[in-house]
């Protein structure tokens, strides 16, 4: 059965010894799919050919195939022939979507399109939305997106990318901090301040002009890597908040580098904007993650945040409580007319209101206590000095190192548990350990080929000093051959260590067993013990299968014996033996 699409109809030839050539099938469908094309373009210029010369022309293309099929098919060509008048009244499919028909064409004969598929079809290559030239142009500007796309994405994946954007960072700040001491300058000149006589531009003449363009370098720049992340990271750019806070900046930048003299903008929005760069030096901490030392300051803070509530209230409640009773004993030593003036104003600056009571309490506990103690004790009574060292002996040494030995105990919890941290930690430990071997192996090897045998493993033991350092890091050194041998157990020459495997061995070597080791060596007891009792049942089983086997061949002897015996006939005894059985 050979099926051929046409106009999105099925042309079935149920003849089943009709067998159409590949050749002529193939002559026909390029023939019917050209026609189409050309009469596509025409319909786009305006002219189209009318429907019965186009009916009138498939139906000769389809009645032109080989000899061989011009005396086989004359009754199936009919057929065909009357199926396509029918299908040509259809106007409403006539060449509608003529890019559909060579795929469907494909779909029904799919043994007319194998072994081309490195190559375009006639079809594919008339009815593309776009010619040749525009296909490729468009594969090589994708191609040519893809490697910016990872050349960009290299590049902010790239250690040196974070740290050299944290140096302008901190480069930005110093900037900053120099126009605040510009505009401190400034104020103090207009205030009549005593040491600024002259105004800032006489004082910094350049720094306007800087400041300027300084802004504007800076404001390129950060815009720069706000782009050059959204490119690499596409929609995982806006995952991050601190991306947000990066477009903010550099928003309330470009407002304030506006302002600044090119465009009108509300001083009100000014000072805003100005406000809002402060905030850039907040990327510092994003920043400080390039850093082990700062990154676990900034990752123990955020750790004990919840740690600092709870303190903080303790401490408030605490505080108030004592502000209270404060307030309610001194309330009648304030409002007596008999003391003195002088003496009541410093009590009330310390202790007039539930406001100043709590600023007071919290100054005694954490700051300078001496002044507000001595108030009571001299404008008051002398009493109190028993609540001063009470409050500081209980408040000011017992709860704050209470609270201190919390937020220590959170900072090492979190050194423990963060894995950025840990990871660093074990990398520095590494780094260090490889480099104090290395060093003691350069020393004690000493014809220099590169190689450490058992004499020079014997004479740097030893050295008190190499023996003692080795002690302390876990290194047991008492059996100088036992710890060459397991050194060197994993060396690919035989008597010698290199660099390398000293540093592997002794870093496996030192400390206490750890968890693995005892399982390790659990398992290979284990495992003796399964080998063992298997020899032990291997040998029973032999022993009783040779007992047995002993056995087998004893009852056959026997029995053998015993079947001889009766076949053969009695022995003739002599005549000593009948005298001796008479």
């Known amino acids: 059965r050979d099926s051929m699409v046409f106009e999105g109809l099925e042309v079935r030839q149920t003849d089943k010894h009709v067998k159409m050539r590949r050749s002529s099938t193939r002559s026909i469908r390029d023939s019917i799919v050209l026609e189409w094309a050309q009469n ?36 199936s060509t009919d057929a065909s022939v009357a199926v396509l008048k029918k299908a040509s009244t259809k106007q409403s499919l006539a060449m509608s979507r003529p890019s559909c028909v060579s795929s469907e064409y494909a ?49 902010i994946k790239h250690p040196t990318f974070e740290a050299g954007f944290g140096f302008m960072i901190l480069l930005n700040t110093f900037i900053m901090a120099l126009e605040v001491q510009y505009d401190g300058i400034q104020v103090g000149h207009n205030l009549g301040y005593p040491g600024e006589d002259l105004p800032a531009k006489e004082v910094w003449p350049w720094a306007e002009d800087f400041f300027m363009y300084s802004n504007w370098l800076f404001l390129v720049i950060f815009a720069a890597e706000a782009m050059l992340k959204v490119i690499g990271f596409l929609h995982a750019f806006f995952k991050d908040p601190w991306n947000y806070f990066d477009v903010l900046v550099v928003a309330t930048g470009l407002i304030e580098a506006q302002g600044s003299g090119i465009l009108p903008i509300d001083p009100s929005i000014l000072r805003f904007a100005r406000l809002m760069r402060l905030l850039r030096m ?80 919290f100054e005694i506990t954490l700051a300078n206590w001496i002044p507000c103690a001595r108030a009571l004790t001299e404008r008051v009574d002398e ?101 060459f041998t397991m ?40 495992s003796l013990l399964d080998e063992s009792e298997t020899l032990k049942m291997t040998w029973t089983i032999m022993q009783t299968m040779t007992r047995s086997g002993a056995a087998r061949q004893g009852r056959r002897g026997g029995a053998a014996g015993l079947t001889s015996a009766l076949k053969s006939p009695p022995p003739v005894p002599s005549e000593s033996e009948d005298a001796h059985l008479s």
């Open 40 to 75: 596509a373009q025409a319909r786009r210029r305006g002219s189209l050919v009318s429907q019965e010369s186009v009916k009138a022309q498939r139906i000769m293309a389809l009645n032109q195939p080989s000899k061989r099929r011009r005396s086989s098919t004359a009754g």
């Open 107 to 155: 779909v029904q004969n799919p043994s007319s399109v194998d072994g081309r598929a490195s190559r375009k079809s006639l079809s594919q290559s008339l009815f593309s939305r776009g010619n040749t030239r525009s296909s490729m142009e468009d594969d090589s500007v994708r191609r040519m997106r893809g490697k910016i796309w990872r050349l960009v994405r290299l590049i």
């Open 282 to 361: 907040l990327r510092l901490v994003r920043a400080m993650k390039e850093f082990d030392s700062l990154h676990l300051m900034i990752t123990s803070i955020k750790g004990s945040l919840s740690a600092l509530l709870w303190s903080s209230m303790l401490m408030f409640v605490v505080q108030m409580l004592i502000a209270l009773m404060l307030s309610a004993a001194l309330e009648n030593f304030l409002l007596d007319p008999s003391q003195s003036t002088s003496d009541r104003h410093e009590i009330y600056k310390y202790f007039g209101s539930f406001s100043k009571a709590m600023l007071t309490m």
């Open 383 to 483: 009493w109190y000095v028993m609540f001063a060292l009470t409050h500081k002996f209980i408040i000011g040494f017992a709860v704050v190192m209470v609270i201190t030995g919390v937020f220590t105990h959170e900072t090492s919890r979190v050194a423990a548990t963060d894995d950025t941290i840990m990871i660093t930690q074990k990398q520095r430990q590494i780094k260090t350990h490889t480099k104090k071997m290395s060093t003691l192996f350069m020393a004690a090897d000493e014809d220099g080929n590169g190689f450490l045998d058992r004499e020079e493993f014997k004479v740097m033991m030893e050295d008190a000093s190499v023996a003692t350092w080795l002690s302390s890091m876990g290194l047991d050194v008492d059996d100088v051959d036992t710890l």
């Open 487 to 526: 050194v060197s157990k994993e060396s690919e020459n035989e008597g010698v260590i290199t660099a390398v495997e000293l540093v592997k061995g002794v870093a496996h070597l030192k400390g206490a067993a750890k968890s693995l080791d005892m399982a390790v060596v659990s398992h290979e007891n284990r």
